[in-house]
């Protein structure tokens, strides 16, 4: 039996390309549904070309209303018997009461090398510190934004001359290395970070 995946997204959704084009085989998950907050997010498409189910929750129809807009994230999850989530360029805060309910069963992945630089623009955080490595995190999701126990990181330098585009380009190739191989082992028990190093 395999642990039914699902993915929620906001944009493009190359993460999640990566993480559904990974379950296959031997691996413990299989990507079972694909929920978008914005019905104009590009991964959509992709989700259909890969033959996921997709659905939309639509965050503006919940205006100044998150329990309501969890309440129906949740319903769906449930009707389609999802047993672990994988945030994927989801770009909404989630609640205490929704990061509970799904307790080590929820991921992420962030764009910075956690604790640094949690929130957005993490590009240009990291340069504006002058930081000499940048890097990605995968974690699992609890109440605090990009607080949880960290399953993964992947990290590469910041060269001379180095702007915020420069450094996202170069770091989703990384993401999408790290974040199917902390997912395969998560679904499989593993919770030892994994860290990878590109030179
Ligand atoms: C990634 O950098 C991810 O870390 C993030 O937003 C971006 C999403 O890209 N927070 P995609 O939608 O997976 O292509």
Redesign the pocket.
């Known amino acids: 039996m395999t642990t039914r995946v699902g993915i929620l ?10 993480l559904a084009r990974d379950m296959t085989g031997d691996h413990p998950g299989r990507a079972r549904l694909v929920i978008s907050n914005d019905p104009g ?3 959509l498409l992709k989700a259909n070309a890969l033959k996921i189910p997709t659905a939309v929750v639509d965050h503006r129809d919940f205006p100044g209303n998150r329990e309501e807009f969890e309440a129906a994230l949740h319903a769906i999850l449930e009707e389609a018997r999802i047993e672990v989530v994988a945030l ?4 909404r805060i989630l609640t205490p009461a929704f990061t509970a309910r799904w307790a080590g069963r929820m991921v ?4 910075s090398l956690l604790p640094k630089y949690r929130g957005l623009h ?1 590009h240009q955080r990291a340069l504006d510190a002058g930081e000499v490595e940048h890097g ?1 995190t995968v974690h699992e999701v609890t109440a605090d934004l990009d607080d949880g126990p960290i399953l993964g990181q992947a990290r590469m330098a910041v060269r001379p001359g180095d702007t915020a585009q420069m450094l ?1 380009d170069r ?2 190739p990384l ?2 290395q790290l974040y199917p191989q902390v997912l395969r082992r998560f679904l499989a028990g593993n919770r030892a970070p994994l860290m990878l190093d590109a030179v």
């Open positions: 997204i906001s944009g493009g959704g190359s993460n999640m390309v990566a997010a590009g991964g994927a360029g989801f770009m992420n992945i962030h764009p993490t990605c996202a770091l989703l993401e999408h």
